[in-house]
């Protein structure tokens, strides 16, 4: 089960790279919420998340050929749905043993952050159904949060409260 620090830490460490890349929240904290499910640790995971972005970013008709996807779809799959993107290249990866040789070899210099990186990558790969359903479900707690603000707000900002909290006030 995913916990609130976790969720909180993980974010905290990856947010301008996710709002960089057009992460929403909700998708940010339910891959958190699968990541510490999977027993990934929130820096080490957070660290290869980013550095996992900024590949794909670099190179998107590599990582569309790595994705098995055609470049077009690709590119506008990362555009609006990034977390999807990142799921389909890691699921490339991991189908395709050589290509993933290849990837894991590009980061083997990079010391530990690569080992970082090899082992978040090989976790989204194996677990993509599963990541894609925690991301719905941080989606779905996202709006459901802020419906349940909505309500508040319009059963609390109506004339007669406003009133009363005027009333309170002095």
Same mark, same amino acid.
């Given at each position: 089960?995913?916990?609130?620090?976790?969720?909180?830490?993980?974010?905290?460490?990856?947010?301008?790279?996710?709002?960089?890349?057009?992460?929403?929240?909700?998708?940010?904290?339910?891959?958190?919420?699968?990541?510490?499910?999977?027993?990934?640790?929130?820096?080490?995971?957070?660290?290869?998340?980013?550095?996992?972005?900024?590949?794909?970013?670099?190179?998107?008709?590599?990582?569309?050929?790595?994705?098995?996807?055609?470049?077009?779809?690709?590119?506008?799959?990362?555009?609006?749905?990034?977390?999807?993107?990142?799921?389909?290249?890691?699921?490339?990866?991991?189908? /395709?043993?050589?290509?993933?040789?290849?990837?894991?070899?590009?980061?083997?210099?990079?010391?530990?952050?690569?080992?970082?990186?090899?082992?978040?990558?090989?976790?989204?790969?194996?677990?993509?159904?599963?990541?894609?359903?925690?991301?719905?479900?941080? /989606?779905?707690?996202?709006?459901?949060?802020?419906?349940?603000?909505?309500?508040?707000?319009?059963?609390?900002? /109506?004339?007669?409260?406003?009133?009363?909290?005027?009333?309170?006030?002095?």
């Amino acid at each position: 089960v995913a916990s609130g620090p976790y969720i909180v830490d993980f974010t905290q460490r990856v947010l301008s790279t996710a709002k960089a890349a057009n992460f929403t929240l909700g998708a940010t904290v339910g891959l958190a919420a699968g990541f510490e499910e999977l027993g990934l640790k929130a820096e080490s995971s957070g660290t290869a998340f980013q550095t996992l972005i900024a590949t794909i970013g670099e190179d998107v008709p590599k990582a569309a050929k790595i994705a098995n996807e055609p470049l077009k779809e690709f590119q506008a799959l990362f555009a609006k749905s990034p977390q999807e993107a990142l799921i389909k290249y890691a699921e490339g990866l991991v189908k /395709n043993g050589a290509a993933f040789e290849d990837v894991t070899r590009a980061f083997k210099d990079a010391g530990e952050e690569g080992i970082r990186v090899r082992q978040t990558l090989f976790t989204i790969g194996q677990s993509g159904e599963f990541l894609r359903n925690k991301i719905d479900l941080g /989606n779905k707690a996202m709006k459901e949060t802020s419906a349940i603000t909505a309500g508040f707000a319009l059963k609390n900002d /109506n004339f007669a409260s406003i009133i009363d909290k005027i009333g309170k006030a002095f």
